[in-house]
């Protein structure tokens, strides 16, 4: 979800501190909800600033660095190996999708290439 400008912030607070009407009434004249109305009173009145709050960050990559540099050796060397035979390789604490996730990150394929013709039968 989108972070709301800090125009719009100014304008809903603005809006407030007149007294233009209940914070029902102002979170509807600016199709905002009311409760994010009243999170931005708090955050005003707790910390002084009405702006967005930096992003909570998330998971840092099981591959990376020197880590994820092997593991694109090691797809150039034996293309053929399966995410389970290069996590094992890689001696990393991980799932096959965290081997996945960084094959994608690498720009590295993992389909397989047919080494027949397809058929020419069409659907009936």
């Not at 909570?56 to 990376?64: A, D, L, M, Q, R």
């Not at 996730?101 to 690498?106: N, Q």
């Amino acid at each position: 979800m989108k972070t709301y400008s800090m125009d719009l912030r100014e304008r809903v607070m603005r809006a407030y501190d007149q007294k233009v009407g209940t914070q029902e009434h102002i979170a509807e004249l600016f199709g905002v909800s009311s409760r994010w109305i009243k999170k931005l009173l708090k955050r005003r009145r707790e910390s002084g600033g009405i702006g967005p709050l930096p992003h909570g960050g998330g998971w840092t990559p099981k591959f990376s660095g020197s880590k994820l540099e092997q593991l694109k050796v090691w797809v150039e060397q034996d293309s053929d190996a399966t995410l389970q035979e290069l996590l094992d390789r890689s001696g990393v604490e991980g799932s096959i999708m965290a081997v996945h996730r960084a094959l994608e990150r690498l720009g590295c394929s993992r389909k397989k290439s047919r080494s027949t013709r397809p058929s020419k039968i069409g659907p009936t």
